[in-house]
Structure formats: C-alpha cells, structure tokens
C-alpha cells in the first residue's frame, strides 16, 4: 500500500514539474522594460520610494538664477523649472530668488546672493555644499527620521533631520549660522582654523548657533539673528501641502528634455549675442574653468567659479 501511495505521489510531482517546464517565460526587452517602467509612473503605480535619488526641480522665482550643469559648460540663467542632477551648481544674483524641491517631501528657498552645489541627491544622505548665500526650508518630517540631508559650508557641517532650518555663510566675515524653527532638529559640527571638525552642536526647535573659524567657543542660543528666515520657512512648509496634491513624476527621458530645453535657451542667446561685446556687458566676461571638486568638504568649494 505504501509503495502505491509513493508511486503516485510521485507520478504526480512528475506531471507538475513537466507541465511548468512546458510553460513559456517572458524575456523583456529593455525597451520593453523602459515603456512598463513609463507606463507605472503615469499611472501613479511607481513609489518614489522604490528609487534611491530624490526627483530634485529647481524653479526660477525672480531675478537672475543659473545653473552650471553637471555635464560641464557655463552658467546659464534660467526661466522656469529646471529638473537638477548631482554635481550641478546654483546661483542667483542680487535680485534673484528661486525654489528648489525634492519630490514632494522637501522645499528649500534659495535666497538672494547665493551659490550653492548640489553634492549628493541621494534621499538618504543629501549634501548641498553652500559656497555663499543662504539655504532655508523643510526637510521631511520630525517623525520620519529616513530622509537626511546635510549642508555643508567652508566652516562648519550642518546635518538636517526631518527639520525646518536654515544655514548661511558669509564670505565677507567667514561666519556660518545655523537655525532650527518649529520641527526638527540640525546637528552642527563646526571646523576650526585648520579645518579639522570638532564638537558636535544640537539644535532643538527654535535654537541658533553663530560661528567663524577663528573662535574657540560657541553656544546655541534661542532663534534671534536667524529668525529673518522665518517668513521663507513657512512658505516652503506650505509649499510642500501644494506639491503633495500636484507633484507628478516623470521620466527619464522627459527630465533630459526639460534640461535641455534650459540650457539650450541660454545656448540660443549666447550664439544671437556674440559679436556684441560693446552694446552687451556680459559677452566679454571671462569664462569660468572648469575644475574637480574634491571629496574633502573644505577643497568642495574651491569649484569652478574663478575669474568670475
């Protein structure tokens, strides 16, 4: 009897293996793959989650606001969103403001006078290297400790976790300040002289921290100085309630087109204007060379603007 039972269970293991073998697979193309890829996001099937890198756009404002593009190049002013990658510089003059976002989860502004380098997009470990200027926004949520992001100045490096902050260096005086508002907290661990770090900082809810190299002590105190960024963080707090409802994501290929299309406008004018040096004050200006940034945070703002 039991050798019956054996046998059938294993005529029927048999039969099972044989009819998956018969079965036919998909192989998908990578064609195939990218239009599935597409089709999910347009359908809202697709997770930003899902990917590593956050979906970063930079919106013009006002004034004058450029961009140096990651693929090298010059500075091109902007109109417009402008999807950004690793590696590409910001700045806006003295009558220039913008917006940067990161999917629907973060919303920085991006004040006047300000030149900035975006180091890392990664959702998990993003770094703008601040080179002057000011950077202020929400950054995730206090209860969502996932997204991190640090901005880094020639001083000091201001680690931002589900907070409403704000940083800014002066070039002129050397100085780094650091706030937290109503969520969060920043972590700041200034350099000193030598640009060796030193003691870490924390930032509770509406706390500040005012520093140069060339002091030896620091203290937080209340938000006082750094509560001129207050009216630019609450309206990056309701920036972010409007891009949750509006925010949609696109493809790869669409992001390319959008760059292009920023840079080439700038190209455009460029190729219109040559030869007109004397009626137009910036065809003579010297182009800026092109140099590595370093991984040091300190060699990091030593980029590409020299001779501007």
């Not at 996932?146 to 976790?161: L, M, W």
């Not at 003691?199 to 105190?221: G, H």
């Not at 309630?241 to 992001?255: G, H, I, Q, S």
């Not at 460029?270 to 092109?290: I, M």
Request: hydrophobic share 35%; proline share 3%; net charge positive.
């Amino acid at each position: 009897m039991r050798i019956r039972i054996f046998y059938l269970c294993a005529s029927v293991l048999a039969a099972a293996a044989m009819s998956y073998a018969q079965t036919p697979s998909k192989v998908y193309t990578q064609d195939e793959y990218r239009a599935m890829t597409e089709e999910a996001m347009k359908t809202r099937n697709y997770r930003q989650d899902q990917a590593e890198n956050w979906d970063a756009r930079l919106k013009r404002v006002s004034g004058t606001v450029s961009v140096k593009a990651s693929e090298g190049g010059e500075w091109s002013s902007i109109t417009g969103v402008m999807p950004l990658n690793a590696s590409d510089w910001v700045k806006t003059g003295s009558d220039g403001v913008a917006e940067l976002y990161l999917d629907a989860k973060a919303a920085i502004y991006v004040g006047r006078n300000t030149e900035f380098r975006i180091s890392s997009i990664d959702q998990t470990d993003t770094v703008f290297t601040l080179k002057s200027g000011s950077l202020s926004g929400k950054i995730g949520h206090q209860l969502n400790p996932k997204y991190k992001a640090q901005v880094r100045t020639p001083s000091a490096v201001c680690a931002v976790t589900g907070a409403e902050f704000a940083v800014e260096y002066s070039q002129l005086g050397k100085d780094t300040g650091a706030g937290t508002f109503d969520e969060g907290r920043v972590t700041v661990n200034p350099f000193d002289d030598t640009g060796n770090p030193g003691e870490d900082y924390v930032l509770e809810k509406n706390m500040e921290l005012f520093f140069n190299p060339s002091q030896k002590r620091f203290r937080a105190v209340k938000l006082s100085r750094m509560s001129r960024h207050r009216t630019e963080v609450s309206t990056m707090r309701a920036r972010i309630t409007e891009l949750r409802k509006t925010w949609k994501p696109v493809t790869a290929a669409a992001r390319k087109d959008m760059r292009d299309a920023a840079l080439k406008r700038k190209v455009l004018h460029r190729k219109l204007g040559s030869g007109s040096s004397k009626k137009g004050g910036r065809a003579g200006r010297k182009k800026p060379s092109r140099s590595k940034a370093a991984e040091r945070p300190q060699e990091e703002f030593q980029d590409d603007t020299q001779g501007e």
